[in-house]
């Protein structure tokens, strides 16, 4: 009754009033909530039903199997071999099983071909390609710039290649983080200590017309470090808390710019991979093209109107003058004496320093108040990555197990993998989380007995359909128990390189400079220079595989664009996957596809000879891993008799049985 006669306003202002209170109060709260406190050690849940027994191969069983039990729900039956080899090939490698690769699979009597067929393909070289690109995903991986002028930055690629090799080699978890965050400190010198903290130079940043030291763009890098930070390593949106209190998670703007400051010493450092003639040579005949070009870029920043134009255009031109770059690493390093004070900044504003604040972890997941590290303590980010590497700490392993379980079944246990905080999603099975875990820390922190745990589970080997199981569709129809495989739609590289593959032109060649593809000359157009696009020589070089194309921010490949590629502007945890008509007309009318129809044509002649019965036969094994059913095989020879073999290898391209997974 009271409310009728208050004025409108009164409500908001008297919560805006109590609004520190009201978060000192969740602040507590939050400190417990289920992601800050340690791995909990769970015991193995014990099912005494002997078809349960029958069913589960490993822990990872018992722990869905539980929780469909406690639902009423039960498993999907096994997946046939030949759904399972086309699967796993996919999932490990991002390229399909050959037929031969299937038939013999499918034929063998060997009780441990499974396991077998896991080793061989987590030993592939392919894997590193196809689990790297995951993470050249979450790390936002460019090799550009971004914004208006969108510089190329010297030597990217290599940072790629270190993840590639890192992954192939099953380089353990907590030094592939320390060697991110702090190669250049703990090995100087090192090319691959150096590559490595390249983590740090892969964001956008503006130049601001050739000058990153103002206060602005400065800021602009710190924070986009620190957001990248909290987002990969931590799962956490410690961005949110820049210009105020987090709203959600017990993240103070105080422990945003104490994390932030153990960056304050970080400066970019591009080095250059030759001896000391070699640079001296390139110093020498590039001497007077550089300091007109600093001397341009000085003007720059007080020019307005047409003699900026002017400038712009002439800095372009002498850029253009310079010879090609030596052999580069793009890299950090630690500049104490150009060390930027750190403050609490209101409203995220620069212009507006507040407290200033030195280096600690956040107040949550301190186990005991500790103070702020003096600021001339060396070695920041070693530090830094200690505390993220520590055991103790309860994010690390949770956040990075949590992405391999994510990308073998399209949805991590805690679905918002970059968010563990209290606006995130609950975890779905948050014994098995910690279970997996613990495993993970007690094998070294390596990645391959991790894939290896989770593929040799039954929850992984089932179909992808239970068409007797109406309760589960009914009673989870976003399958996040896992009662039956999630069917997935291949992503964009997968398509193109399996297309690639399906040609008989996949080029296997790994590492080396970023590969640049012809494109239609009016996207090169809008950039901010048209030479930035400098198309690959040898022809051959544009049917490697998708990871080694260029990747620049402003200039995405028409095909890899439209089946959701991300834009890298930020860290992508999860791919989307869309489906719209660009799709289908890129499919049915783009170059690349256009192109590889006609190799594929080519092929299942050469494959299966002028027969059109035999052709539809070998193209289906070829795309679907499997025989056609008898009216797929009656459609497609009526298609052959009235269309060419290209055509029909173009629709095969288009089929829901080449593009989907079971």
Excluded at 3 to 8: N, S, T, V, W, Y
Excluded at 261 to 271: K, N
Excluded at 281 to 289: A, G, N, P, V
Excluded at 361 to 386: H, I, N
Aim: net charge neutral.
């Amino acid at each position: 009754m009271v409310a009728r006669f208050l004025p409108p306003w009164f409500i908001p202002a008297f919560l805006l009033l109590l609004y520190p209170t009201l978060r000192g109060q969740a602040g507590e709260t939050e400190k417990i909530h289920w992601s800050f406190q340690r791995h909990q050690r769970p015991a193995i849940p014990q099912l005494s039903d002997s078809s349960h027994r029958f069913w589960m191969r490993n822990a990872v069983d018992a722990f869905i199997l539980a929780r469909l039990d406690r639902e009423g729900l039960w498993p999907a039956p096994a997946a046939d071999r030949r759904t399972l080899i086309r699967r796993i090939c996919f999932d490990l490698t991002g390229l399909p099983p050959t037929p031969e690769q299937i038939d013999a699979f499918v034929a063998s009597r060997d009780p441990l071909a499974y396991e077998k067929l896991v080793d061989r393909l987590l030993s592939s070289p392919h894997y590193g390609e196809r689990w790297g690109r995951h993470w050249l995903d979450v790390v936002r991986f460019a090799e550009t710039e971004g914004f208006e002028y969108d510089r190329h930055r010297p030597g990217a690629w290599r940072y790629r290649d270190y993840v590639i090799r890192a992954f192939n080699e099953d380089k353990p978890y907590d030094q592939f983080v320390r060697e991110q965050l702090a190669g250049d400190e703990i090995a100087p010198g090192q090319v691959d200590m150096e590559t490595a903290v390249g983590f740090y130079r892969l964001g956008a940043i503006r130049r601001n017309a050739g000058n990153p030291k103002v206060a602005f763009s400065r800021n602009e890098v710190l924070s986009e470090m620190t957001d990248s930070i909290g987002a990969v390593f931590l799962g956490l949106t410690v961005g949110c808390a820049r210009c105020h209190d987090h709203k959600f998670d017990d993240f103070s703007q105080a422990d945003y710019y104490r994390l932030q400051a153990f960056l304050a010493q970080t400066q970019e450092h591009d080095i250059v991979l030759a001896d000391t003639k070699t640079k001296a040579d390139w110093e020498s005949r590039t001497q007077k093209i550089q300091a007109e070009i600093k001397r341009i870029k000085q003007a720059l920043e007080t020019a307005e109107g047409e003699n900026r134009l002017r400038m712009r255009a002439e800095l372009a031109q002498m850029q253009r003058g310079l010879p090609p770059p030596l052999p580069t690493i793009s890299s950090v390093h630690d500049v104490p004496s150009e060390r930027t004070p750190i403050h609490v900044l209101k409203r995220g504003d620069p212009d507006r320093t507040g407290k200033p604040v030195g280096m600690r972890v956040p107040s949550a997941l301190l186990t005991a108040m500790t103070p702020e590290l003096p600021l001339q303590t060396e070695a920041p980010r070693s530090l830094l990555a200690a505390w993220i590497n520590d055991p103790d700490n309860p994010l690390t392993a949770r956040v990075l197990v949590n992405r391999v379980w994510q990308y073998h079944f399209g949805k991590g246990i805690v679905a918002t993998s970059n968010d563990f905080g209290i606006n995130g999603s609950r975890p779905s099975h948050l014994e098995l989380l910690d279970y997996l875990s613990n495993e993970f820390l007690a094998n070294g922190r390596r990645l391959k007995p991790l894939h290896r745990l989770i593929l040799l589970s039954s929850t992984y080997r089932q179909a992808s359909r239970s068409p007797d199981n109406a309760l589960g569709r009914r009673k989870d129809p976003d399958n996040r128990l896992l009662w039956h495989y999630p069917r997935r739609r291949l992503d964009a590289e997968e398509i193109r390189d399996a297309m690639l593959s399906l040609a008989d032109k996949l080029n296997r060649k790994a590492g080396g400079p970023s590969v640049v593809v012809p494109v239609a000359d009016d996207l090169i157009q809008l950039l901010y220079d048209p030479k930035q696009w400098p198309v690959t020589a040898d022809a051959a070089e544009y049917d490697r595989r998708s990871v080694y194309l260029l990747v620049k921010r402003n200039l995405r490949l028409p095909f890899l664009e439209v089946f959701d590629q991300p834009d890298a502007a930020t860290s992508c945890p999860r791919r989307a996957s869309s489906t719209h008509a660009l799709q289908a007309l890129e499919l049915l009318n783009g170059p690349t596809t256009h192109r590889l129809a006609g190799a594929f044509a080519q092929r299942l002649e050469q494959d299966a000879g002028s027969d059109p019965a035999s052709q539809v036969e070998r193209a289906y094994l070829l795309a679907a891993g499997r025989v056609p059913t008898p009216r797929e095989k009656e459609l497609a020879v009526k298609f052959l008799a009235k269309q060419p073999l290209s055509e029909f290898a173009l629709a095969v391209f288009n089929l829901n049985a080449f593009l989907y997974v079971d």
